[in-house]
Structure formats: C-alpha cells, structure tokens
C-alpha cells in the first residue's frame, strides 16, 4: 500500500517536472523568436537605409535612383512589408543588373564602399530571415505536439508567423 502511494507521487512528480520543462522550452522559443525578429527588423532597416544612400548619393542615373529611393521610403510606410521589402529586393537587383553597372561606377568617390554595404547589408537581411524563420519553425513544432495542444502550455501567445520575402540580389536565384 505505502510502495503504491510512493510510486504514484513519484510518477505525478516525473509528470510535473516534464510539464514544467516543456512549458519552459515553449517560452525559451517564444522568447528566441521575439529576439530573432528584432534583428531581422534591424537588417531590414540597415539595408533600407544603405539603398536610400545609394540612391541619393549620384552615383546612380536618375530613374534608378527614384526607383530605388520609391521601395526604400515604401519599406517604412507599408503594412504589408513583406511585400514591400520583396520591391526593394526587385529594386536593387533592377539596380545592379544593368548592363556595365560595376564598371560605370569605377573611380567615383565611395562607390566600391557603398556597393560593398549595400551587398552586406543584403546578405544580413538573408541570414535574418534564414534564423527567424528557422526559430519560428522550431516554435510552432513546439506548440504543435499532442501534451503542449492538451495543456495550453503556450499560454495566450500568439503563433508566430514566418517573414517570406525576395531576398536575393541574384537574378538568377
């Protein structure tokens, strides 16, 4: 009688610990998401900040300039900024797609350092978005499994949804 009482508080209490850690794993996700989506955000910006220098800085002609200029302010003022920094991808690859474009640049001030950023500034957007989404992966099947469904055992946070963008200056990719 004593040795079943003592194995079924022993089994209550494996069961608590589980459940405990399973919450806690749930809102490290949440907690990484949040964090992976804050340096997205701060990519995103740093590359519309490099395009709109690049696009007042002269070293552009005109119309390559208010195109670039147009999706880098769309950026900040759209809702749907998925889409809108899809445009700015389009944009700058419209930009460094145009026939001689590296060697119409040759020998004017600053132009290697600023196209150097804005390919950075591009390639961190990638990564970004690569770790973001990996994170909200790793969280949704988190949430997704029958025990953390049962349980509620992400509380009222909201699902995280992936950031799907065009993010390749390639225009082959």
Same mark, same amino acid.
């Given at each position: 009688?004593?040795?079943?009482?003592?194995?079924?508080?022993?089994?209550?209490?494996?069961?608590?610990?589980?459940?405990?850690?399973?919450?806690?794993?749930?809102?490290?996700?949440?907690?990484?998401?949040?964090?992976?989506?804050?340096?997205?955000?701060? #990519?995103?910006?740093?590359?519309?900040?490099?395009?709109?220098?690049?696009?007042?800085?002269?070293?552009?002609?005109?119309?390559?300039?208010?195109?670039?200029?147009?999706?880098?302010?769309?950026?900040?003022?759209?809702?749907?900024?998925?889409?809108?920094?899809?445009?700015?991808?389009? #944009?700058?690859?419209?930009?460094?797609?145009?026939?001689?474009?590296?060697?119409?640049?040759?020998?004017?001030?600053?132009?290697?350092?600023?196209? #150097?950023?804005?390919?950075?500034?591009?390639?961190?957007?990638?990564?970004?978005?690569?770790?973001? /989404?990996? #994170?909200?992966?790793?969280?949704?099947?988190?949430?997704?499994?029958?025990?953390?469904?049962?349980?509620?055992?992400?509380? /009222?946070?909201?699902?995280?949804?992936?950031?799907?963008?065009?993010?390749?200056?390639?225009?082959?990719?």
């Amino acid at each position: 009688m004593i040795t079943d009482i003592i194995v079924i508080i022993a089994a209550a209490l494996l069961v608590g610990v589980y459940v405990s850690w399973r919450a806690g794993r749930i809102d490290r996700l949440h907690a990484r998401t949040r964090l992976a989506r804050a340096g997205l955000d701060v #990519a995103l910006l740093r590359r519309s900040s490099v395009a709109l220098e690049l696009a007042s800085s002269g070293l552009l002609d005109p119309a390559t300039s208010l195109l670039l200029a147009g999706a880098a302010h769309d950026v900040r003022e759209n809702p749907e900024r998925d889409l809108a920094e899809s445009d700015l991808t389009r #944009a700058l690859r419209a930009a460094f797609s145009q026939p001689d474009f590296r060697a119409s640049l040759k020998g004017k001030d600053g132009a290697d350092e600023l196209l #150097a950023e804005v390919e950075a500034a591009s390639h961190q957007v990638f990564l970004a978005r690569k770790f973001y /989404n990996d #994170a909200v992966s790793a969280t949704r099947d988190a949430r997704r499994r029958p025990l953390a469904r049962l349980l509620r055992l992400s509380g /009222n946070a909201e699902l995280p949804e992936y950031f799907e963008m065009d993010d390749s200056l390639l225009a082959d990719s």
